[in-house]
Structure formats: C-alpha cells, structure tokens
C-alpha cells in the first residue's frame, strides 16, 4: 500500500504532463477495496440504509455526491494518500468537490470533464479489478494538451424542445468528438487493479469502453478536485480541503 506522504516520481509527474493521464498502482489495499464493495453492494440490494443513497440508471448505475451523505466515501475523497499526487498534478492545494461512483461500466461517450467542472481534475478509484470485460476507462493520451470544449463553444443553454440528454448528444459529444480526430491520436483504454487510482486533468478527452460481458460489476470511485484557489465555482457544493474543512465559494 502507499504511504501517505508520497507524491509522483519525476517519471510519473513527466508521463502525467506529456499524456494528461498516470496510473498510481495499490493505492488502496485490496481489503480495502473489498470492504468498500461490500458497502456499496449492500446498500444497492437494500441490505443496509442510508439516507439520500440513489443510484442513476444512466451510464453504469451511478451515485452521484456520494460523499455529502455518506462518510466512508467522504473519507476516501480526501485520503491522505491522494493529497500529496494531487499537489503535484495541480502544482498546488486540492480541494475536493464531486463524487460518483460506477456500480457497472458507463460507455460513456467521449468528453472532457471541465466542461461541466472549470479547473478540475480526477482521481479514479478501482475497487476491482478493470480489464477488456467489464468496461474500463478510455482516454486520447495528450489531448489534454488539445482544444478544451467550453460552454462559450456548446452553451448548455437548451433550444426549444431540447432536453439535457439532447444537448449532450446532438452537440457536444459531437463537438468533444471533432476535436478527438483534429487531435490525431488513437484512444487507449486503461486497465487497472483494485486499489490502482487513475489519476487525470480535466481536460483529457476520455470516456467509458463498452462493457464485453454485460452484467459484470466495475465498481469505481471518481473523485474529482479543483485547486483551492480556483475561483471558477458557480456551484452550491462544499469544497472540502483534506484537513476535512469544507467552504463554499461563489463566482
């Protein structure tokens, strides 16, 4: 396991600013993991309760804020052992400021995670095994480097008659999609053990691979950050600092 205070080797920091991505390996403890499995497994069969646990149905049966109602996953947000990886990634202090975790694969189609979160970054938590089968993460290597689609490019303003699921898919997957070829690069998909942690920018053009053996779990916990400083925040979310505080600013 990771110590706590360990950040990116020179090697980690230079493969993470040439492709935007890098894969931090046994993070987490693979009992660690399991213990987390269990939790999440018996709140989805209803063995046990808590309050504001909802699972979306879209994109692998997702939970999203996990952390504002549930502490286990609240702790795992602001581990210690990611703070010092993250420091290094953002050049300064993380702050947390979503969850969600993937009950199966998502397919989700290609995006950029700072479209929806200005700043941010993610850190992407294994807790089993990700291969070919159940659907792991795909990424464009370097085009966190590319064009980044903002909401001045695709406002998320709906036309008449568009919904949310509308906008996504008839302009900005597309427009997110445009910039994947202008890019040049193939996507790759990333395969990792339980407790590896995924490590990438917001900017990273990236997505979900399709699940080969529908049914089969990839559970995960993605945690995204901003740094402390960031003054792009619109949202009414805590900001929770790895000292456990939490604020909430406003643009």
């Known amino acids: 396991m990771a110590s706590k205070n360990i950040g990116l080797t020179p090697e980690q920091q230079t493969f993470y600013q040439t492709n935007g991505y890098v894969v931090l390996e046994s993070v987490l403890a693979e009992d660690e993991c399991q213990r987390f499995v269990e939790h999440i497994e018996d709140l989805h069969a209803g063995r046990k309760h808590l309050d504001g646990f909802f699972q979306q149905d879209k994109y692998g049966a997702r939970t999203f804020n996990q952390h504002l109602y549930d502490p286990r996953v609240l702790d795992l947000l602001i581990d210690a052992r990611l703070h010092k990886p993250l420091t290094d990634c953002f050049g300064g202090e993380p702050e947390g400021i979503q969850t969600m975790h993937?009950?199966?694969?998502?397919?989700?189609?290609?995006?950029?995670?700072?479209?929806?979160?200005?700043?941010?970054?993610?850190?992407?938590?294994?807790?089993v095994r990700v291969d070919e089968n159940n659907g792991p993460l795909i990424v464009q290597p370097g085009s966190h480097r590319g064009r980044l689609i903002t909401k001045n490019d695709v406002p998320m303003t709906l036309q008449p008659g568009e919904t949310y699921e509308l906008q996504q898919h008839n302009r900005y997957f597309p427009a997110v999609k445009k910039v994947f070829q202008e890019n040049g690069k193939d996507a790759v998909q990333v395969l990792v053990n339980p407790g590896d942690v995924v490590l990438f920018s917001g900017k990273l053009i990236h997505g979900g691979a399709q699940v080969l053996k529908p049914g089969t779990r990839r559970h995960a916990l993605a945690c995204h950050y901003i740094p402390y400083d960031s003054k792009?925040?619109?949202?009414?979310?805590?900001?929770?600092?790895?000292?456990?505080n939490r604020r909430i600013h406003y643009r």
């Open 232 to 244: 792009n925040w619109e949202r009414d979310w805590p900001r929770f600092s790895f000292d456990g």
């Open 102 to 127: 993937f009950y199966e694969g998502s397919e989700h189609p290609l995006h950029q995670d700072q479209y929806y979160l200005p700043d941010c970054m993610s850190a992407w938590i294994a807790m």
